[in-house]
Each structure stands twice: as structure tokens, then as C-alpha cells.
């Protein structure tokens, strides 16, 4: 499992650049025209582009747009205000490395039906188990002092927010979530995590258990392995010893017990 774990990281996005300036007249323009793609590497070229690293929160304009494409992208992370983009539909920030987490209100994009997302660059993913990092003394915080519950939208301040990580489905991706709450009832409704996820909402850090990663499930499944060869050999030693025949009695491996359990883990 991988026990790395990074802090938190605030004011990631230098708000007076000229990158900036282009994207936030690039966003305005797609909302006067009522377009329905946000490609903004198109829009500020490559060398610009590698200069954001969040997004406007005027985001929340572009209510007709159903394609966000940010493949390649050095964004480290995506403002709540993207669960107001009602058509969006497909979303896909592919191999954008430093983005290791996403907004719950993500999942209020009712339309959004495909992502394309680098998994392995996500906290708790299965292929690795990344840490998530603690959010105790650690929040994260957005531009400007008032934000909402991510559930009910109830304003809140830093002060009276909870905020908890949650693992979910969504689009074609199960994808690590921050919520920000504003009671024990909101919490109770957040999304069911897959089960081979932290089952509940969590504050992460280092001591958070996860289940097994891809390496641990495949240590696993090979423990299996020789643990019924190990019971196959034994049986058909007393087989001999009581000069049976050895091929009406033999174990038969796939109905193991175990090794269908670690089986059907690895299938997943």
C-alpha cells in the first residue's frame, strides 16, 4: 500500500498571470455563445495552459456545455462550481497527474455519463491505495470566505463545515471525493462508496485502513495458490496410504474455498 502522504495544498493558482486572464475571457465567451465544449488548451496553447492549476468559478456559466477536455492538464484541482455545469457529459482531465481529487458536487452533474480520468493518480484508487491526506487542521480551502454544503447547499463558513473524503462511481470512474457538510444528516446522504472502497466517510491520513491494493490482492491470491497445493498434496498422501485410487478423490482446486474468494477480489 502506498503510505505517501502529502499535505494539502491551498492557493495552488496565481490569479494575476495572463494564463489566467485568457481563461477567464475564454469561459465568458463560451457562456455568451452558448457553447458546448470547454477545451481551454485550444483556446491559451500549450504554454499557458501549463500555468493552471485550478478553474475559474465561473465555470458554473456554462450550462450548455457537455464536453470538458482537459487532457494533459497541471491542474491540481477543480472548484465545486463545476455541479452547476447541468449538460456536462462527458469530462475527461486524462493524464492530468497532479489532480489526485475532485469535488463532490461533481455528482450533481445529473447528464455526466463518461470520464476519462488517470486513475492511478487518485487517492485510495485499488490500483495503489495513495493516502489520503488528513483533513484534521488541514482543510482544504477554495477562493473566497463562504462556501456551501455539498449535499443540502446550505451556506457555511470554514468554521462550521465538515469536511470528509468519500470514494464513489461516477461518470465510468470510481473517484475520490471531497464534500463539505454541514450536518450528520448530509453525511448520511452521500453517495454509497463500491465495496472494495472505504465503505464510509473519512477525515484520511496515515492510520486510515484501506482494503488491499492490486500488489497485496495478487500476493493473495498466490498464498491461495500454494496453500492448495499444498492441501492437494496432503490429500493425495493419504489417498496412497489407503490405496485408494488417487484421481476419484483428487481436490479439486476451483472449488476451494479461498481461492474463489481471492479469485472473485482479483476479477474485480
Given at each position: 500500500?502506498?503510505?505517501?502522504?502529502?499535505?494539502?495544498?491551498?492557493?495552488?493558482?496565481?490569479?494575476?498571470?495572463?494564463?489566467?486572464?485568457?481563461?477567464?475571457?475564454?469561459?465568458?465567451?463560451?457562456?455568451?455563445?452558448?457553447?458546448?465544449?470547454?477545451?481551454?488548451?485550444e483556446f491559451l496553447g500549450d504554454e499557458l495552459f501549463a500555468q493552471i492549476h485550478t478553474l475559474p468559478e465561473t465555470i458554473?456559466?456554462?450550462?450548455?456545455?457537455?464536453?470538458?477536455?482537459?487532457?494533459?492538464?497541471?491542474?491540481?484541482?477543480?472548484?465545486?462550481?463545476?455541479?452547476?455545469?447541468?449538460?456536462?457529459?462527458?469530462?475527461?482531465?486524462?493524464?492530468?497527474?497532479?489532480?489526485?481529487?475532485?469535488?463532490?458536487?461533481?455528482?450533481?452533474?445529473?447528464?455526466?455519463?463518461?470520464?476519462?480520468?488517470?486513475?492511478?493518480?487518485?487517492?485510495?484508487?485499488?490500483?495503489?491505495?495513495?493516502?489520503?491526506?488528513?483533513?484534521?487542521?488541514?482543510?482544504?480551502?477554495?477562493?473566497?470566505?463562504?462556501?456551501?454544503?455539498?449535499?443540502?447547499?446550505?451556506?457555511?463558513?470554514?468554521?462550521?463545515?465538515?469536511?470528509?473524503?468519500i470514494s464513489a462511481y461516477v461518470g465510468t470512474d470510481t473517484i475520490p471525493m471531497l464534500a463539505n457538510l454541514c450536518s450528520?444528516?448530509?453525511?448520511?446522504?452521500?453517495?454509497?462508496?463500491?465495496?472494495?472502497?472505504?465503505?464510509?466517510?473519512?477525515?484520511?491520513?496515515?492510520?486510515?485502513i484501506q482494503p488491499p491494493d492490486e500488489d497485496e490482492l495478487w500476493k493473495l491470491e498466490i498464498k491461495a495458490l500454494e496453500?492448495?497445493?499444498?492441501?492437494?498434496?496432503?490429500?493425495?498422501?493419504?489417498?496412497?496410504?489407503?490405496?485408494?485410487?488417487?484421481?476419484?478423490?483428487?481436490?479439486?482446486?476451483?472449488?476451494?474455498?479461498?481461492?474463489?474468494?481471492?479469485?472473485?477480489?482479483?476479477?474485480?
Amino acid at each position: 500500500m502506498n503510505s505517501s502522504n502529502s499535505e494539502i495544498q491551498n492557493k495552488v493558482q496565481d490569479r494575476t498571470t495572463k494564463a489566467w486572464r485568457k481563461l477567464c475571457e475564454y469561459i465568458e465567451e463560451l457562456a455568451e455563445n452558448g457553447e458546448d465544449e470547454f477545451v481551454p488548451r485550444e483556446f491559451l496553447g500549450d504554454e499557458l495552459f501549463a500555468q493552471i492549476h485550478t478553474l475559474p468559478e465561473t465555470i458554473s456559466k456554462l450550462k450548455k456545455v457537455r464536453k470538458v477536455g482537459l487532457y494533459g492538464s497541471a491542474l491540481k484541482r477543480i472548484p465545486p462550481e463545476i455541479g452547476e455545469m447541468e449538460s456536462l457529459e462527458y469530462f475527461d482531465p486524462y493524464t492530468s497527474y497532479d489532480l489526485h481529487w475532485l469535488p463532490y458536487e461533481l455528482t450533481k452533474c445529473k447528464q455526466l455519463k463518461d470520464s476519462r480520468i488517470s486513475t492511478r493518480a487518485l487517492y485510495g484508487n485499488y490500483k495503489n491505495r495513495m493516502t489520503f491526506p488528513s483533513l484534521d487542521h488541514n482543510p482544504v480551502r477554495y477562493d473566497g470566505a463562504v462556501l456551501r454544503c455539498s449535499v443540502c447547499e446550505k451556506e457555511l463558513t470554514y468554521e462550521t463545515t465538515n469536511q470528509m473524503w468519500i470514494s464513489a462511481y461516477v461518470g465510468t470512474d470510481t473517484i475520490p471525493m471531497l464534500a463539505n457538510l454541514c450536518s450528520k444528516r448530509c453525511e448520511q446522504d452521500l453517495l454509497t462508496p463500491p465495496k472494495d472502497y472505504v465503505q464510509v466517510p473519512h477525515k484520511g491520513g496515515v492510520d486510515l485502513i484501506q482494503p488491499p491494493d492490486e500488489d497485496e490482492l495478487w500476493k493473495l491470491e498466490i498464498k491461495a495458490l500454494e496453500k492448495a497445493e499444498k492441501e492437494n498434496h496432503h490429500k493425495e498422501e493419504l489417498v496412497n496410504r489407503s490405496n485408494k485410487d488417487p484421481e476419484k478423490v483428487k481436490l479439486n482446486m476451483s472449488k476451494l474455498p479461498m481461492l474463489k474468494l481471492v479469485r472473485k477480489i482479483w476479477e474485480k
